[in-house]
């Protein structure tokens, strides 16, 4: 679970919360980061709690670069999201995918291989239409990361009915219009080994470490339960 300023975020898959690893603190931009294992097919969800700051938040979340719609916080307790709405009551769930047909010539974009979170402090000021349906992207023109996976959209599913309309927000503080807090959370498939440009450095070596350190323990996990 990353925490900063009264805030905690954490991913969870498999009904269990994704270790993290070489957590950062920028504390001049207010952003955590870390890195967490991902498996192909496997859906996620994004979670967060605001731990007490009395002070309404809004948010945001980036799927490499895809941004959606988050929750409201009233100034305590947590919420989630799960997947991306597609109708009036239906949603595709957040999966991570095996992306296979990336063009070698491709470049990657800033946000490929990301999650984050985004949250903002504002007032509430009266209420506008509901947000119009998003058009998923394109994974076959994806901009991803050399590691294989990207996000992905599971099966459309049912999910509770939307509100004709949400509220509508001003910034909380007039002289910063900044995300109160970042969290971000840089995916990689657990135990694949640190290849190609980007991927040498010391830090990222020792992410690959633990992952594959990850992995075989959730393997032997499996052998043991069966």
């Given at each position: 679970m990353l925490t900063h300023r009264e805030f905690s975020a954490w991913i969870v898959s498999n009904n269990q919360p994704l270790p993290e690893y070489l957590v950062a603190v920028d504390r001049k931009a207010n952003r955590v980061s870390c890195w967490i294992p991902s498996e192909a097919g496997k859906q996620f969800s994004v979670h967060w709690k605001d731990q007490g700051s009395n002070v309404q938040t809004?948010?945001?979340i980036s799927l490499d670069g895809f941004v959606v719609p988050g929750?409201?916080?009233?100034?305590s307790g947590g919420t989630s999201r799960e997947g991306v709405r597609t109708g009036p009551t239906t949603e595709r769930p957040f999966i991570f995918a095996e992306y296979q047909n990336a063009p070698s010539s491709s470049k990657n974009s800033r946000d490929a291989g990301t999650i984050i979170l985004k949250i903002k402090r504002v007032r509430l000021d009266g209420h506008k239409g509901a947000?119009?349906?998003?058009?998923?992207?394109?994974?076959?023109?994806s901009q991803i990361m050399g590691s294989g996976h990207?996000?992905?959209?599971?099966?459309?599913?049912?999910t509770?009915?939307?509100y004709p309309a949400t509220w509508q927000?001003?910034?909380?503080?007039?002289?910063?219009k900044r995300s109160y807090v970042t969290f971000?959370?840089?995916y990689r498939p657990r135990g694949e080994r640190a290849t190609g440009p980007g991927w040498t450095s010391p830090s990222l070596m020792k992410t690959t470490a633990l992952l594959k350190v990850y992995s075989q323990s959730r393997d032997f996990d499996r052998r043991s339960a069966g």
């Open positions: 809004c948010s945001f929750r409201f916080l009233y100034g947000n119009p349906l998003q058009q998923l992207p394109d994974m076959s023109r990207c996000i992905g959209y599971g099966d459309e599913r049912p509770y009915e939307q927000v001003k910034p909380y503080d007039e002289s910063s971000v959370f840089r």
